[in-house]
C-alpha cells in the first residue's frame, strides 16, 4: 500500500504564497511519479502539477509560471510551492502518487486552500 499526507494548506489572500507538502510512505515498492490535483466545489477534480520519476515536471496552463513542484525522493517527498494566488486557485488540493507492478495510482486525503480577494 501507498500513504500519503497533505500538509500545508490554509486561508491566503490573493496575491499571497503557501507551500503544501505531501509525505509518502509506500510497501509496495519505489513510488513512480507524484502529482498534485485539485478540486474547486461543484467541479471536477483537475491536473495542476507533476514530477516524473526522472525528475521533469508538468504543469496545467493555469499554474505555470506561478507555481512550482518539487521531490525529494530519498525522504519520498514531494512539495508545491503557490506563489500568486488568485481565488480561482480556491480548491482541496490532492497528492497523487503511482507505485507499484502494474503502477497503481494512490491519493491523500486533501488539503484545503482558500485564497480570499
Known amino acids: 500500500q501507498v500513504q500519503l499526507v497533505e500538509s500545508g494548506g490554509g486561508l491566503v489572500q490573493v496575491g499571497g504564497s503557501l507551500r503544501l507538502s505531501c509525505a509518502a510512505t509506500s510497501t509496495i515498492g519505489e513510488i513512480i511519479n507524484m502529482g498534485w490535483y485539485r478540486q474547486a466545489p461543484g467541479k471536477q477534480r483537475e491536473f495542476v502539477a507533476m514530477?516524473?520519476?526522472?525528475?521533469?515536471?508538468r504543469y496545467h496552463g493555469a499554474v505555470r509560471g506561478r507555481f512550482t513542484v518539487s521531490r525529494d525522493n530519498a525522504k519520498n517527498m514531494m512539495s508545491l510551492q503557490m506563489n500568486s494566488l488568485r481565488s480561482k486557485d480556491t480548491a482541496i488540493y490532492y497528492c497523487n502518487a503511482f507505485s507499484g507492478n502494474p503502477p497503481m495510482g494512490y491519493w491523500g486525503p486533501g488539503t484545503q486552500v482558500t485564497v480570499s480577494s
Open positions: 514530477v516524473l520519476s526522472g525528475g521533469s515536471t
